[in-house]
């Protein structure tokens, strides 16, 4: 069983920045993994913002494409989300997940693993 946390949230106004970290658990391997980046608003569907498979390879969703920046560090298990020019539309709960190396994309349905989320609140 995979352990998922994030951490970083917080409130900033519009234009600032955040970096989200989740850590797994020990034992975990996230080079072998998919991971990603979800975001869910109250009353809206939860969804993808980036990810990056076990090659390295990375997506962003349309709306985050130059101002966020996916990364992982192997040896701390740790994955990061820099956030940058944050908009008011960016508030949300914002999730990883990860999965098995395969088929990494940003479908919510595929993730087997999922952290507890930390809030990003961005004011105008």
């Known amino acids: 069983q995979v352990q998922l946390v994030e951490s970083g949230g917080g409130s900033v106004q519009a234009g600032g920045s955040l970096r989200l970290s989740c850590a797994a658990s020990?034992?975990?391997?996230?080079?072998?993994?998919?991971m990603a980046w979800f975001r869910q608003a109250p009353g809206k569907e939860r969804e993808g913002v980036a990810n990056?498979?076990?090659?390295?390879?990375?997506s962003y969703t349309d709306s985050v494409k130059g101002r966020f920046t996916v990364s992982k560090d192997n040896a701390k298990n740790t994955l990061y989300l820099q956030m940058n020019n944050l908009k008011p539309e960016d508030t949300a709960m914002y999730l990883c997940?990860?999965?098995?190396?395969?088929?990494?994309?940003?479908?919510?349905?595929?993730?087997?693993?999922w952290g507890q989320g930390t809030q990003v609140t961005v004011s105008s």
């Open positions: 020990s034992g975990y391997t996230y080079s072998t993994y998919c």
């Open positions: 990056i498979d076990s090659y390295g390879r990375i």
């Open positions: 997940a990860a999965k098995g190396r395969y088929a990494c994309t940003l479908d919510t349905k595929i993730f087997e693993y």
